[in-house]
């Protein structure tokens, strides 16, 4: 008998076997990472020169080197796209079920997706009060660096223009990582494994997929892996609740996109002088846990409690919701 998370399977659906679907899911992962890196490389070669190979040193330093942010932002969604294409496909050719069985019909989608959004912002405000409470701990001068800050270079309309990629880029990069996460593994370890080991084993893949963040250093890799935990553990009882995978769509590319935007604006306003692509891949860095050596910051401890707190609401709800 299968645990269908959001809508029934249809009797041809092949139900993968639980620890294989972990598997796929990296594999996916690296084959989208594979062609990221060719095309980094590519990227290397017509601007640096094949000579590069040539010299360990310099290749080492066009490596660490983030490319500027169109090509970036370009790699980084044809990766995501391999990604969330493969997981698609798998779906589609080896299981044989349909969107509605990972959560995608159409019923109230838009509604979901669009309370998603709000909830995102509602969820950062949340997070900038918890970050505020914890400079009590952690001391921040945010009111000094507001009050320091030129705001005036947000008055250019093309700045709201870059602001407007990188939503469009972020809700869809979210919601490939919600179709993959939420939708089709959540679902296929579900209907082999329960609805809760199906739940936790997803939010822990999703946790171990963003094991990046400890390039930040161990102390700020830690604090962002308990944030992305509980990011993930929230997704996962939404969709639940809500059967359906529209609302965290939302939800995460909305959170994405406002908690990169928020922080290059501010990062405009304290650099007005500095190149606007400069700063995109500075902060895609400090936003990613890529960045060694800032010390310890209090944001990914403060995305743990938020969405702990609201992990714990969305439990308490459920009993009612049954």
């Known amino acids: 008998m299968k645990t269908a ?15 294989a679907a972990l598997l796929l899911v990296v594999l996916f992962y690296l084959a989208g990472a594979l062609l990221y890196g060719v095309g980094q490389l590519v990227w ?92 009590v701990v952690f001391p921040v001068d945010i009111a000094g660096e507001v009050a320091a800050a030129d705001w005036g270079r947000l008055a250019d309309p093309g700045v709201w223009l870059v602001f407007g990629a990188i939503a469009l880029f972020f809700l869809l990069q979210g919601g490939i990582e919600e179709v993959v996460f939420r939708g089709w593994l959540m679902s296929t370890l579900a209907a082999r494994w329960g609805r809760t080991a199906g739940v936790i084993a997803t939010t822990l893949a999703f946790t171990l997929l963003h094991a990046h ?21 929230f997704l996962a009882l939404l969709a639940l609740r ?28 304290r650099s007005p002088e500095t190149p606007l692509g400069v700063l995109i891949v500075e902060t895609f860095q400090r936003a990613t846990g890529l960045e060694a050596g800032a010390g310890f910051q209090p944001q990914a401890l403060a995305q743990a409690l938020v969405f702990a707190l609201f992990s714990a609401v969305l439990i308490w709800r459920m009993p009612a919701r049954r």
């Open 44 to 135: 290397i070669v017509a601007t640096r020169g094949a000579g590069v190979f040539a010299d360990e040193a310099a290749l080492e330093a066009a490596l660490a080197t983030l490319p500027p942010a169109g090509v970036l932002f370009a790699l980084l969604l044809v990766q995501f796209l391999v990604w969330g294409g493969l997981a698609w496909l798998w779906l589609r050719a080896f299981e044989r079920r349909g969107v509605a069985s990972i959560g995608m019909g159409p019923r109230q989608a838009g509604r979901r997706f669009f309370g998603g959004l709000f909830l995102s912002a509602a969820v950062l405000a949340a997070l900038a009060v918890a970050v505020a409470l914890m400079g």
């Open 213 to 233: 963040v400890l390039l930040a250093g161990l102390a700020n890799g830690l604090a962002g892996l308990a944030g992305i935990f509980m990011t993930g553990l």
């Open 242 to 269: 809500q059967g359906s995978i529209w609302g965290v769509i939302g939800l995460h590319g909305g959170f994405n996109a406002l908690t990169l935007i928020s922080t290059l604006a501010v990062a405009l306003a």
């Open 5 to 19: 998370l959001y809508a029934p399977w249809p009797e041809a659906a092949r139900r993968s076997w639980g620890w």
